[in-house]
């Protein structure tokens, strides 16, 4: 696979290009700032349904996108001009920050308004520039890659083969943890998470069904897969803040409309039930988008007998995590 | 060592029989009942102190007890009678529940009346027979192994090999996962955590300090090392409710004397602080003992620069999470 600079890439051409060389590498070059998350059995008993959770929650700054920007980083940050920039509603660009800071390059990040006070407060600390969007000004970064400043290289949360091959190190792990599941579950925001882990399933071997996870406030996977292509769709802004667009990644969709089996929609109060279990029955604290991969699982639609759960991230605000754990 | 049935077994002789073996065999034993915990980085910063977590609260069914109690089962719940019965707080029942429901075993579990009502609640879904005491009377059962009842053969939480060393495995994996740790922080309940742990740090090399935890509201181990033998102190009950007893158990003293090198005393207070630092900054759910050390490596009461905290459980109910959560 090609790892150098690629103004024009199509995430649809890793279905060609990659293997399990490529996963191998992204977990040795991520190995010093990431750790390998355990799988943990959810104990809620299910019928003869087991569930399996990847708490990608633990990771270094709180989620997945440590690997991601761990990867990313150590491929390509090296030799570039001093400024970086990137779009995120934080987790991607907490774990840029903290790679940028110890290469000493200047990193600006756009977010859009909806983005999580604790996450803001992260970011701060770690000491980015900041610019703030309406979520339809920052989502219109995230598809044009045109921040309208002169801020630097622009580095994609989502499309760039890094950091596809870097989300896709947690499927290695899983399938080296677990080999007979049958449904992995992850929740779907830019689609680059589920594109990593599905490809590194098939990279070794695995034939678990691929189920993108939603949240009822917006539904653009589901949208997509009805239309037959992306569509732009409403979408009402909640405490789920890591997942739940207005429209798939055109640039992704061809990937990922191969690699998705299936769509799984659940509703708010289904994932504040499932927060409420996972902090009581794992001692995890989850995020909004981690909840609804666990929500999916434990619902009637999820068919699955082996069924892994992608935990996408814990960063919640207290004061949210608060409201969820007294609203049972 | 002896893994046999032993009534007078002398705990200090674990210093003269055990090595890596022991640990080796123990941890391939429960590898089917329990998981390898990370090693998470706690993120705070501390001037140059580094503090990592052992996060035991991610086990099944919430703590490092799970360890020992299948430990303990796979040596000696075979052949025997089908009655046995044990005295605990509720964690080291609940592994041992789980582990004799395996093995067709009736189960007779001594409670103190101070155990959270989310320990209590979780023995009975595994279908033990409970019975509940004062604190006194149930820590006089713990010093005399006498439950004044006909409920089969008695396993000490604490006070046998198997236990012992069975908790070691979390020091084996300590030492794999960070070499250079300078000091290590236990919550001390009945001593057989910390035991277990330094029998483990060791036998494998490690120079590592080994700190005791105990909360402000009942300090045995304190007043043991103080006045040079075990020594009977009040006790307060709080939410701390898996550390804290009002007497080193004598037939630990020697051994513990051995192997602990000081004892960090922290308040309630720390403890709340340590716990909402674990959420926000670890996605992790603690439970008052646990908190304690990380409470303890946080003050500056520990002098270490490389610090590993044993967290014990996560067994807390919702509403003293929620409690402590919004009480910063």
Redesign the interface.
């Known amino acids: 696979m090609e790892t150098t600079c690629q103004s024009e890439f199509a995430p649809v051409s890793l279905l060609e290009k990659i293997s399990r060389v490529d996963f191998e590498q992204a977990a040795s070059r991520i190995s010093a700032d990431t750790?390998?998350?355990?799988?943990?059995?959810h104990?809620r008993d299910s019928g003869d349904k087991k569930i399996w959770l990847k708490?990608e929650?633990?990771q270094?700054?709180?989620s997945f996108k440590i690997r991601a920007a761990a990867n990313l980083a150590e491929c390509r940050a090296s030799g570039l001009s001093l400024k970086i920039a990137t779009a995120s509603a934080g987790n991607f660009a907490q774990g840029l920050a903290l790679a940028a800071r110890r290469r000493g390059l200047e990193l600006t990040v756009h977010v859009p308004d909806n983005a999580s006070s604790?996450k803001i407060a992260a970011l701060k600390r770690l000491g980015v520039s900041l610019k703030v969007h309406s979520f339809e000004g920052w989502w219109q970064i995230m598809t044009t890659r045109e921040t309208g400043s002169d801020d630097g290289m622009f580095f994609h949360p989502v499309c760039e083969p890094e950091v596809i091959v870097g989300n896709g190190t947690v499927g290695r792990e899983l399938v080296s943890q677990l080999s007979d599941i049958d449904t992995v579950l992850v929740p779907y925001g830019g689609g680059g998470l589920i594109s990593g882990v599905a490809l590194a399933l098939r990279a070794y071997g695995s034939k678990a069904r691929i189920i993108a996870v939603e949240v009822e406030t917006s539904t653009p996977l589901s949208a997509a897969l009805q239309a037959g292509e992306p569509t732009t769709v409403d979408r009402l802004p909640s405490f789920v803040d890591g997942i739940g667009s207005v429209r798939v990644i055109d640039a992704m969709w061809p990937l990922v409309r191969a690699l998705v089996d299936d769509v799984i929609v659940v509703s708010l109060k289904e994932i504040e039930s499932a927060i409420?279990a996972a902090?009581?029955?794992?001692?995890?604290?989850?995020e909004g988008a981690a909840g609804a991969a666990l929500a999916a699982a434990l619902s009637d639609r999820c068919q699955g007998k082996r069924v892994a759960c992608i935990l996408s991230?814990?960063?919640i605000g207290?004061d949210e995590?608060?409201r969820i754990?007294?609203s049972?």
Do not use: E, K
């Open positions: 750790i390998i998350t355990p799988l943990l059995p104990s708490p929650c633990l270094p700054l709180g604790a409420r902090a009581a029955r794992n001692a995890l604290v989850l991230g814990g960063n207290l995590l608060v754990l007294t049972g």
